[in-house]
């Protein structure tokens, strides 16, 4: 029988249940899931937010295939006040170093946003008060390594927050509640996650 759990990955959690030096991990966010149940690709410790586990394999495959060009949404606090110039420059391409050689990403929807209604996050990020921050909504078909911190540092504005908020068509706004806390797990059917694959 398929299972399908979406969780709020938290800050600082490595995306495995096996341990890797002292980094908290899956195992450790006190749920029982099923010994066949793995995440689907993955978020860097420093980055929080939606993850897929599930023990459908097919799924995980059409999910992680890089032709299929599933989407993924992140929202992006970043340093300074960002411009629509590079907001412009984010959305049509920018080099990025990818394992030592340049990349040009593939063009991606990028919007200035407001604060977006997040948990704070632990620890918080560093705030210095002579420097302002803002806030980006990006979505991206393709994954490279650390792709989005990559970009927005590309542009001129370091990343400072890293929020996945949906997959394809599934966002934590689907989920029950209304603010989603780092840690908190959901069972979802596969109804649900055939809204992964329109």
């Not at 908290?24 to 939606?50: C, H, I």
């Not at 459908?56 to 993924?72: C, G, Q, S, V």
């Not at 997040?118 to 078909?141: A, C, D, G, M, Q």
Request: hydrophobic share 35%; charged share 25%; aromatic share 8%.
């Amino acid at each position: 029988m398929f299972r399908y759990f979406l969780i709020y990955k938290p800050f600082g959690m490595l995306s495995q249940f096996s341990r890797e030096g002292d980094h908290a991990t899956l195992a450790d966010l006190g749920f029982e899931f099923p010994k066949d149940v793995y995440p689907v690709g993955r978020l860097d410790a420093d980055s929080e937010g939606l993850l897929l586990l599930t023990n459908d394999n097919h799924l995980k495959t059409r999910l992680l295939e890089p032709r299929n060009k599933h989407t993924r949404t992140y929202y992006v606090q970043v340093e300074g006040e960002v411009t629509s110039e590079a907001c412009t420059q984010l959305a049509t391409g920018i080099d990025i170093a990818v394992n030592g050689k340049k990349y040009r990403t593939l063009p991606a929807r990028i919007a200035a946003i407001s604060q977006p209604q997040l948990p704070e996050r632990n620890p918080p990020i560093r705030f210095r008060k002579s420097i302002p921050t803002s806030w980006l909504s990006v979505t991206l078909h393709e994954g490279k390594n650390r792709q989005v911190r990559r970009m927005t540092a590309g542009a001129g504005f370091p990343t400072l927050r890293l929020v996945r908020w949906a997959i394809g068509k599934i966002s934590l706004a689907d989920t029950p509640g209304e603010i989603h806390n780092p840690g908190d797990v959901w069972e979802v059917t596969s109804a649900d996650v055939r809204k992964l694959l329109q």
